[in-house]
């Protein structure tokens, strides 16, 4: 990410009547979005539909985080894409064109956390039962 597309994240939340947790989550959430553009070699401004897929997908497998919280850094990237349209910094905002919803659910993160309490069952060998 280059120094200017830093500057636009923090541009992208100054705004009256946002709170300053508000305002802090968000730099969070936009400055994992920054890490993860640095690690495709990409710029801000080059992010497309499918960047903002692959993003998501990130999130849910790399880092492992809930939809909820998932929707909540996609988004911060739409509003910081909708400040860079407004200057003309980009022509289109990629996350207009997803429905964030086809790509993080509750059901997933619910299947999610019952594999992986399933995981952690002890299963007994019938000899192992007869003794108990």
Known sequence: MTTNDRFFIGEAYKVKDVKEGTVIARERQLERFSEWIDSTDRDVVECDFEDIIAYIGYLKSDENLAPKTSKAHVSAVSILYDKLVKKKTVDENPVSKLDVSE??????????????????????????????
């Open 103 to 132: 790509y993080l659910s509750y059901n997933e993160s619910v299947q999610a956390k019952r594999l992986k309490e399933e995981d952690e069952v002890v299963w007994l060998e019938r000899e192992e039962v007869v003794e108990l």
